[in-house]
């Protein structure tokens, strides 16, 4: 019998998303080689290595857990049979004020009471868990609701359904305007507003719907993986390779190639002229800088959505300081935020004017305070974040014309004096708030990725580092789709298309991404329809299950019951309001005190 010939499929880039998708398709039996134009995998997911020091590259906290645990029971193991150790941050943050005061974030809720009470007294508390209840819903509505589906077209989003789930997500509202209901001291506000910037945001911009995202820290904690971030993604490189992905390092692809109708993908071409043929391909390359570079621009649609790509809002770029330190820093802690006292000015600097901030806000981290291999002994790893602009123009493509786009960092500027401006601002802001006078000195060794670096070393279009903006035009079926626009057998996964930026929601990007390129092939995927392995959807209610986890709801709940209560209550006014007087022995209204006072009045004669 002849054998039947796999489908082959190329994924272009070994990032989360990439290293993801290839190890769905492998399992569901398809051929899968991917290629990555570094020598390394797991894209801004990656190590920086110097003297013994370890630097996370990109993300540096793993966030919403249970993304991760699903995509690794997807494919039939788990974080911990892949020998993934993760390590709980004691504090979640550490939030320092310019006025030398500082908040610490904790899942610790006896720690958070005290905290809030100090600011905001009894009541404040009672708001912040009206807070974390309308968080709660913003993160399972999101889950399952977003996370867990594709959204092909505008039509999806006019569902009652849909529209209705929509409004609790409350996507219309700013995360600034949410939490004012909630938090009525300006140091809270910012406090429980500042994460918009793990998605290159401002919090008067970014929509409510984010809040989610310091309900997971607060609700399921920040945990750091053992040896480093790309450890997760190593594992899953490695599990994918187990259902037999190929990859390929130092392999940048030239272009992607299609066959003489103009629109259907064939393979690719690598930068070395040779071909890779391919049913298949998946591009996990920054989606601005794919489409413009990638792909073909002889036809004019094609040309037009590029443009269109280049001129949408983007994601901030940074500044990051990489620094290698001769001793422990004992006044930082694993994660520390730096808020400028020009709270809302440091953001409209970095997202309206696309600039460094004269007072930035910062972040700080300091990996080897939760892991101690990420430094020599006696020594720490320092690592610090500043927001800026992205850069002006896509590089080859020119300064945009007035009104095209969004505005950024001149490509000409002086940015090594940018640099310095940034560094020192960093330095004299730690010293100042925690009383750490000596870590400039203490400073052997710097490494700094500007947004020049991030745009060469990861192709990230004009250095953005989280890809698009997701502001409310770039979301849901907004968003550039997972299945290429104008072409066939292309597909796209990452921070930049649907569901969005950050690891967690790239994972569960890959599988939405996998499900729809195996439904396409009329392919059956395998891990549809599984168990729930991760135990969070309660006791399954059957006939076998025990009396101590029967599920028994109340016939009438707080609200139901108020309801009733009211509607009786009405119904035995109305019954009670007439009634016969006894001397006259005709019907009255005790309501009417006229009908009373003449019955009265006729018996008194």
């Known amino acids: 019998m002849e054998k039947v010939q796999r489908k082959k499929v190329i994924v272009i880039g070994a990032g989360a998303g990439g290293i993801a998708t290839a190890a769905r398709l492998a399992k569901a039996g398809l051929s899968v080689t991917v290629l990555e134009k570094n020598s390394f995998t797991g894209g801004r997911c990656s190590l920086i290595r110097q003297d013994g020091h370890r630097f996370d590259q990109g993300p540096s906290l793993l966030l919403l857990p249970k993304l991760f645990q699903q995509a690794f029971f997807d494919l039939d193991t788990s974080l911990e049979a892949e020998g993934v150790e993760l390590l709980q941050c004691p504090t979640n943050y550490n939030v320092w004020f310019a006025d030398g005061e500082n908040f610490e974030l904790t899942t610790d809720l006896a720690r958070m009471k005290t905290q809030i009470e100090r600011w905001e007294g009894k009541d404040g508390f009672v708001r912040y868990l009206s807070w974390l209840q309308e968080a709660h819903t913003h993160y399972e509505l999101s889950v399952a609701k977003v996370l867990s589906r594709n959204f092909t077209a505008f039509w999806q989003l006019a569902t009652p359904h849909f529209v209705w789930a929509g409004l609790k997500l409350h996507p219309l509202h700013t995360i600034w305007i949410r939490a004012s209901r909630y938090f009525w001291s300006e140091r809270l506000r910012r406090v429980f507003t500042f994460a918009t910037m793990y998605m290159g945001m401002s919090p008067f911009d970014a929509p409510a719907t984010y809040s989610l995202l310091q309900y997971t820290e607060l609700a399921e904690g920040i945990w750091y993986p053992r040896g480093g971030f790309q450890t997760v993604l190593a594992k899953l490189q490695g599990v994918g390779e187990r259902f037999g992905v190929e990859y390929r390092l130092d392999t940048p692809v030239k272009q992607v190639l299609l066959h003489p109708d103009g629109k259907t993908a064939r393979g690719v071409e690598l930068e070395s002229g040779e071909v890779l043929e391919a049913d298949i391909v998946v591009v996990n390359a920054d989606l601005t800088y794919a489409y413009s570079n990638l792909f073909p621009q002889t036809r004019p649609q094609t040309a037009r959505y590029s443009k269109s790509l280049r001129q949408k809002d983007g994601s901030c770029s940074s500044i990051s300081f990489y620094w290698s330190v001769d001793r422990k820093v004992p006044e930082l802690q694993t994660h520390n935020i730096f808020l400028a006292d020009e709270y809302r000015e440091s953001f409209d600097a970095i997202f309206d004017r696309q600039t460094l901030p004269d007072e930035p806000s910062f972040y700080v981290n300091v990996p080897s305070r939760i892991d101690p291999s990420a430094a020599p002994e006696g020594r720490d790893s320092v690592i610090a974040l500043v927001p800026v602009g992205h850069l002006l ?207 009265h009045r006729s018996s008194s004669y």
């Open 393 to 599: 123009s896509s590089k080859g493509f020119g300064t945009p014309a007035a009104g095209e786009g969004e505005g950024g960092l001149s490509r000409e500027q002086d940015w090594e004096a940018l640099k310095t401006r940034a560094r020192r601002a960093v330095l004299d802001t730690v010293m100042a708030r925690t009383g750490c006078t000596y870590l400039e000195s203490a400073i052997t060794h710097e490494i700094v990725n500007d947004p020049f670096t991030w745009e060469a070393k990861f192709n990230l279009d004009k250095g953005s580092i989280l890809g698009l903006s997701h502001s409310f035009m770039n979301v849901l079926a907004f968003r550039p789709r997972t299945r290429a626009e104008g072409f066939e057998k292309t597909y796209f996964v990452g921070a930049s298309t649907h569901p969005g930026t950050g690891v967690p929601i790239v994972l569960a990007g890959a599988k939405i991404t996998s499900e729809q390129i195996l439904d396409d092939l009329r392919i059956a995927v395998p891990w549809r329809g599984a168990p729930n392995k991760l135990r969070d959807q309660g006791m399954p209610q059957t006939s076998s299950t025990g009396k101590l986890d029967k599920i028994r709801r109340p016939i009438l709940g707080p609200v139901s019951l108020a309801i009733t209560t009211m509607v009786l209550g009405v119904l035995m006014y109305f019954l009670l309001a007439q009634v016969y007087d006894p001397l006259s022995g005709r019907r009255i209204s005790i309501t009417s005190n006229r009908a009373i006072n003449a019955s």
